[in-house]
């Protein structure tokens, strides 16, 4: 079996001995150089995309869920709960089924994509839709945290925080070092806030020479980060990243400005653009949030250029496979032909 996070960065992880090591098999995930897509971005910079829809649950919330569950159980939680705009849900409802507790899971009403929610309920975790935002859930959540025997483990948990910081990890063990440029979706802005603790965690332990510059990237209908305040209403298409008010907002831009890159916006016409492209010529399924990498890292490089032989990253952060809907609303329905060797190479223009 293929070691899980935990047993392969132990000594970066806050466990002990004592703790119970909750794990589906998550990280060790693809890191792709994508020719193709240096092409359509029409650079001569290396891209490697971070293939994290191969995580157990299909999103990179495993690496932080790992964590939390472990510590959650060592900790004698019997339950957890959690507000998400789905992947978090899908993630926190899995691990909780392998640890044997129970999960509560409030997401937006009607906001959630179909795949993420069949997770959370194929696993056994209690849906609540509230009537309100993600942000609106998160509020809810913390107050039934703080008031009931149930852990939170949203990012604003530590733990999670911890876990997904392997994603750095992974990245300069599959390079050899920290790449030039890491481009990465920001929602709640945990995950920027990981991997930049985990560049300079790899570094300081001298696993890595030097460190990234981080570009982060929000949907321009929700880019609180960029316009310097909250926003009431986010509106994107991507739904992962659709956040108003980022729960680690102070260190999300701290980490951007650390690492002299920066947080940025794209729109949904752009997220849709990469999403469409990613798919078709690197054979990588992403949900549309996670096209906002490749995006955001195209429009960097129209405005600044990216350097010729520089190494970037793209994190992939979920699979396709969740909003399913969404690829299939933006392509022709499949043409119908009737069961015939003519019909079909015709249809095909083979004949
Ligand atoms: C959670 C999520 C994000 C946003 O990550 P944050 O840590 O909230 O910034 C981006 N893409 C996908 C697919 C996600 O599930």
Not at 52 to 69: C, H, I, Q, W, Y
Not at 191 to 218: D, H, K, M, S, V
Not at 266 to 288: Q, W
Not at 315 to 342: I, M, Q
């Amino acid at each position: 079996m293929e070691p899980g996070l935990i047993q392969r960065y132990r000594a970066f992880l806050p466990v002990t001995d004592r703790t119970p090591v909750i794990s589906l098999g998550e990280g060790s995930t693809p890191l792709l150089r994508a020719r193709a897509l240096e092409a359509w971005l029409g650079c001569r910079a290396e891209v490697y995309l971070k293939v994290e829809g191969a995580n157990p649950s299909g999103s990179f919330k495993d690496r932080g869920m790992t964590v939390a569950l472990s510590k959650a159980v060592e900790d004698g939680a019997r339950a957890v709960i959690c507000a998400s705009t789905g992947n978090t849900s899908a993630s926190a409802a899995a691990y909780a089924a392998a640890a044997g507790c129970a999960a509560f899971v409030l997401v937006p009403q009607g906001k959630v994509a179909l795949g993420k929610l069949s997770q959370a309920v194929a696993h056994g975790a209690t849906v609540l839709e509230v009537q309100g935002n993600f942000d609106d859930a998160l509020k809810l959540v913390k107050d039934v945290a703080a008031t009931h025997p149930v852990a939170l483990v949203n990012s604003i948990n530590p733990y999670r925080i911890e876990g997904q910081k392997t994603g750095a990890f992974e990245v300069c063990d599959q390079l050899g070092d920290a790449p030039d440029l890491l481009s990465i979706p920001v929602g709640n802005a945990g995950n920027i806030t990981a991997y930049w603790r985990g560049f300079q965690e790899y570094r300081a332990a001298a696993r890595a020479r030097r460190l990234p510059r981080l570009l982060g990237w929000q949907a321009e209908g929700a880019a609180p980060l960029v316009l310097g305040h909250p926003v009431k209403n986010p509106r994107t298409i991507a739904s992962a990243i659709r956040i108003g008010n980022p729960a680690s907002w102070q260190s999300a831009v701290a980490a951007a400005g650390e690492s002299g890159g920066a947080i940025g916006a794209v729109s949904d016409a752009e997220i849709l653009e990469a999403y469409a492209e990613i798919p078709r010529r690197e054979g990588i399924f992403c949900e549309p949030a996670s096209a906002a990498a490749v995006a955001g890292l195209r429009k960097f490089h129209r405005e600044e250029g990216l350097p010729a032989g520089s190494r970037v990253v793209c994190v992939l952060t979920g699979h396709g496979l969740k909003d399913a809907d969404r690829a299939l609303s933006l392509a022709p329905r499949p043409a119908a032909v009737p069961c015939t060797l003519e019909a079909v190479a015709a249809a095909l223009r083979l004949s």
